[in-house]
């Protein structure tokens, strides 16, 4: 048995012995599920729309999809009613109290810090990298050509670890499911201990079935966190208020991701190396000569704009760059196959077309390994 599979079983029988899993049908596994939310029902990585938000009953600005919102409100107004009539045991725990204390997280928060924390390992960790001696190897780039060769060298050994394209973020452990707009957490995580406390509650039989006939779930590792079911009839009746079915949601309240991966590669890359410029404008490189006396040459950096290269410069950066992301699955012949594709996609229709086939074709691979 592997370990991965060792390690999931495991934790199934531990979650077993604290809550047979199979006494509430309303559980849901994160650990099993991890695309929830965050794929559409073609595979494609996506993430809501803010204008589909609506604020849900809390003590700060917290916020859901809509009709998870109306959902929520439904469910803690039913809740409290029977805390108050004494249906359920009173109290301040998270059980008594339903209070929300996060709800959706915005993915270009999430993701915007992860490109910074790109760059800093880039600058910091990779340009000068200290070998196994101490002794420090100066990869510092004089020009963008060159900073864009130690970004896809970068990539090439560190791809599978490092999200540059939202698609991929939007896919990876770094973003959970608070980003999709149908998470609301009414507990901080507390791992195991806090799960215990939530499954040995007296009230919690009745938070599972209350939660069910508004349409939610539960996360099986995280009990403070509840998931709204869209394949459930009660959930879907809320989503009916506002047109939307299981088939539309993704179409109707979600951006499908890949759509704007080309266009944003090239912004972050350009700002990249335009930040690398305002912070080192210059580079003095010294070289030995025969009568002892090294030369110096000082080489100013200068700033680029990414509509100094053209379409096709790009095309073959975003390409590769969704290669290493996927650690991999294609070979040299295929990339050289697929970049051509595009170029002539670009060439003969338009940057459109050849972004779609880019995102049609990448996404084969994007759940072997995430």
Known sequence: MSTSKRIFEMRKRYLNSVVPLNSHDNFHDSSANLNYGRVDLLGNAVYPSEKFLAPIPSEGSLYALSFVADAFKDFRTYYLKTVTAGGIRQGQNALSIVQPIR????????????????????????????????????????????????????????????RLTRSSFVLSRQNGIASTGLSIEIAPNLGTDSAKKFFGNPNFKFYMNALKKFGFMVDVDYPGRIIADIGSPEMQHYMAQY???????????????????????????????????????????????????????????????????????WLSIYVNTRNFELSHPLNEHEL???????KDLRKNLDISEAIRYIGDTMKRYQFKKQ
């Not at 928060?109 to 101490?134: H, P, R």
């Not at 510092?140 to 970004?151: G, K, M, S, W």
């Not at 050289?336 to 595009?342: D, G, L």
Request: net charge neutral; aromatic share 14%; proline share 3%.
């Open 103 to 162: 709800g959706w997280e915005s993915i270009h928060t999430l993701y915007g810090k992860n490109i910074d924390d790109i760059y800093s390992k880039l600058v910091t960790l990779y340009f000068e990298k200290t070998g196994a001696s101490g002794e420090q190897t100066d990869r510092r780039p004089e020009n963008f050509e060159q900073f864009v060769a130690l970004l896809n060298d970068l990539l090439h050994t560190k791809g599978s670890e490092i």
């Open 243 to 313: 047109g939307i079915t299981v088939d539309n949601m993704f179409e109707k309240m979600y951006y499908k991701a890949s759509d704007y991966d080309y266009y944003l590669l090239k912004v972050y890359i350009s700002q990249y190396y335009n930040t690398y410029v305002a912070q080192y404008p210059s580079k003095t490189i010294t070289t030995p000569t025969k009568c002892g006396k090294p030369t110096k040459r000082v080489i100013l950096r200068e700033q680029i704009s990414a509509d100094d290269y053209s379409d096709d410069y």
């Open 336 to 342: 050289k196959k697929v970049i051509k594709n595009a």
